[in-house]
T-cell receptor, first 114, second 113 residues
Framework: DAGVIQSPRHEVTEMGQEVTLRCKPISGHNSLFWYRQTMMRGLELLIY????????DSGMPEDRFSAKMPNASFSTLKIQPSEPRDSAVYFC????????????FGQGTRLTVV | AQSVTQLDSQVPVFEEAPVELRCNYSSSVSVYLFWYVQYPNQGLQLLLKYLSGSTLVKGINGFEAEFNKSQTSFHLRKPSVHISDTAEYFC???????????FGTGTRLLVSP
């Protein structure tokens, strides 16, 4: 398996623009997580899905952030409009059924908002 | 809700010295515990995990961790570190029966010659 695939790897955008980050989880995994990593706050859980349904979005910082999982093999995290403080590395991770298993991470998307 | 505390943001150590990275968790139910490592400009990869049974868990690259339920801790140790162990280490907790995985803020291990 190719692992969790995120795109793009790097994104530079201007303040106010819409940004869409994409994630393809490992086939057969039924949970998907979006995390944000910054120097100040470390690794924060933004939202997670179970069987394509959002379960907990309490970590989503503002209404500017939204996430979808239209099917088991694809998820998006959208920021509209983007702001410089959104600059961070965004990770997607997937996990098979059952909490005994670990999550598998993608390589991340480094977002820079100028 | 579960939470994880990694008190040390950075741990400097000399090569071949022992190291311990601390992790404490909070949860009202039983948990599963994980340690991940992140090398520069890479994603996170699993070092080891505690699910049940023996409280001493061995992982990759010579690392081990000990689960202490009474102290709600899961400290990571290595008896002799290498330069290549320089990385960021994250402790994570998952409540049994739930998929949500919560991470600590990470500890940067800096190994110098």
């Amino acid at each position: 398996d190719a692992g969790v695939i995120q795109s793009p790897r790097h994104e530079v955008t201007e303040m106010g623009q819409e940004v869409t980050l994409r994630c393809k989880p490992i086939s057969g995994h039924n949970s998907l997580f979006w995390y944000r990593q910054t120097m100040m706050r470390g690794l924060e859980l933004l939202i997670y899905f179970n069987n394509n349904v959002p379960i907990d979005d309490s970590g989503m910082p503002e209404d500017r952030f939204s996430a979808k999982m239209p099917n088991a093999s694809f998820s998006t995290l959208k920021i509209q409009p983007s702001e410089p403080r959104d600059s961070a590395v965004y990770f997607c991770a997937s996990r098979p059924q059952g909490s005994v298993t670990e999550a598998f991470f993608g390589q991340g998307t480094r977002l820079t908002v100028v | 809700a579960q939470s994880v505390t990694q008190l040390d943001s950075q741990v400097p150590v000399f090569e071949e010295a022992p190291v311990e990275l601390r992790c404490n968790y909070s949860s009202s139910v039983s948990v599963y515990l994980f340690w991940y490592v992140q090398y520069p400009n890479q994603g996170l990869q699993l070092l080891l995990k505690y699910l049940s049974g023996s409280t001493l868990v061995k992982g990759i690259n010579g690392f081990e961790a000990e689960f202490n339920k009474s102290q709600t801790s899961f400290h990571l140790r290595k008896p002799s570190v290498h330069i290549s162990d320089t990385a960021e280490y994250f402790c994570a907790v998952s409540e049994t029966g739930f998929q949500k995985l919560v991470f600590g803020t990470g500890t940067r291990l800096l190994v110098s010659p």
